[in-house]
C-alpha cells in the first residue's frame, strides 16, 4: 500500500469519525457501530504498517548509504594502490636498463679482483722468496 492509499484510508477514516451522530445521547448506551470500529482497526493497522515499512525503508536506505560511502572509499585506496604499483612498475623498469648497463662494468670488477686476489697471491710468495734469500744472504 502506497502513501497515497493509506492516507485516503485515514482520511476517510477521520472523516467519518468527525460526523455528528443524530443522537448524541443513545451513541453514549448504544454499542459501536461494527463498520466504525472495523474502520478504526484498520486505519490503525495501517498507519502501524506504514510506520513498519517506512522504518524498514529508511534502514535500508541507510544502508545504502553506508555501502557507497565504503564503496568510495575502496575505490579511492584502489586508485592509490594502483599508482603505487604503476610507480613500482616504472621504478622496476628503471633499475632493470640501469642493471644492464652496469652490468659490463660489474663484470670488468669481478674480472678486476679476481686479478687483485691473483696478483696477492704472488705478492705472499714473492715475499716468502724474498725471505728465504734474506736468510741465505745473511748466512754467507
Known sequence: ?????????????????????????????EPVDPQQQLLTHAKNLFSSVHELVKGEVDVALEDYKALQEMN?????????????AVDVRETYGTLRVKHTQLKSCLDDIDLLDSH?????????????????????????
Request: hydrophobic fraction near 30%; charged fraction near 30%; proline fraction near 1%.
Open 1 to 29: 500500500m502506497t502513501d497515497t492509499q493509506a492516507e485516503k484510508v485515514a482520511a476517510e477514516t477521520q472523516a467519518s469519525e468527525e460526523q455528528p451522530s443524530q443522537d448524541t445521547t443513545t451513541q453514549s448506551a
Open 72 to 84: 568510495g572509499l575502496a575505490a579511492a585506496k584502489y586508485a592509490d594502490m594502483r599508482r603505487q
Open 116 to 140: 687483485v686476489t691473483e696478483l696477492e697471491k704472488l705478492t705472499k710468495h714473492l715475499d716468502e722468496y724474498s725471505r728465504q734469500l734474506e736468510i741465505k744472504f745473511k748466512s754467507l
